[in-house]
T-cell receptor
Framework: QQQVKQSPQSLIVQKGGIPIINCAYENTAFDYFPWYQQFPGKGPALLIAIRPDVSEKKEGRFTISFNKSAKQFSLHIMDSQPGDSATYFCAASNSGNTPLVFGKGTRLSVIA | GAGVSQSPRYKVTKRGQDVALRCDPISGHVSLYWYRQALGQGPEFLTYFNYEAQQDKSGLPNDRFSAERPEGSISTLTIQRTEQRDSAMYRC????????????FGEGSRLTVL
């Protein structure tokens, strides 16, 4: 049973576009929702994270939108750049009880 | 070092051999996690430690897999009697807090079982 479902699997956008990556979760006990960014040959690195007490969090060009009732959260990248081309993973955990579970990833390509 | 260090970076072994993968976490980090990442997939949880105590090993695929962190710092993931299906990238991550917060991943150990 996949605990975090991520879509789309891959995404191609033009420079300046706003790619949106979606995740859905099932475990209502999850209370921590990070997004990780991974470049080829490197380990995943934390990009931005949200907790369910807020519906949106913005850090620079990256925004997480969180819908607790729908058990969904999404990553938006404003004014995307070729340097944003990477694989993005959503994840979720129940702080203090369970380790992070990851989605299968979205391969983003931003073309100039 | 400044980041999580894993060794070896690449390991090729024959089926049936034992392998040991090492993780040196960021100094002072309490939590240490082992994940396995297949090509084109997300990291899959294997096991984790808080200090030297193994908190959860529910993700270990079978009893050929084991991990230890005897002094609460360096950890070793051991795979006995390797099989071809064990071929994957094995990633270690450490965190400064117990069970919460940011995980810092190493660059991984790529295991190939022939």
């Amino acid at each position: 049973q996949q605990q975090v479902k991520q879509s789309p699997q891959s995404l191609i956008v033009q420079k300046g576009g706003i790619p949106i990556i979606n995740c859905a979760y099932e475990n209502t006990a999850f209370d921590y929702f990070p997004w990780y960014q991974q470049f080829p040959g490197k380990g995943p690195a934390l990009l931005i994270a949200i907790r369910p007490d807020v519906s949106e969090k913005k850090e620079g060009r990256f925004t997480i939108s969180f819908n607790k009732s729908a058990k969904q959260f999404s990553l938006h990248i404003m004014d995307s750049q070729p340097g944003d081309s990477a694989t993005y993973f959503c994840a979720a955990s129940n702080s203090g009880n369970t380790p992070l579970v990851f989605g299968k990833g979205t391969r983003l390509s931003v073309i100039a | 070092g400044a980041g999580v260090s894993q060794s070896p970076r690449y390991k090729v072994t024959k089926r049936g051999q034992d392998v040991a993968l090492r993780c040196d976490p960021i100094s002072g980090h309490v939590s240490l996690y082992w994940y396995r990442q297949a090509l084109g997939q997300g990291p899959e949880f294997l096991t984790y430690f808080n200090y030297e105590a193994q908190q959860d090993k529910s993700g270990l695929p079978n009893d050929r897999f084991s991990a230890e962190r005897p002094e609460g710092s360096i950890s070793t993931l051991t795979i006995q009697r390797t099989e071809q299906r064990d071929s994957a990238m094995y990633r270690c991550a450490s965190g400064g807090q117990v069970n919460t917060g940011e995980l810092f991943f190493g660059e991984g150990s790529r295991l190939t079982v022939l």
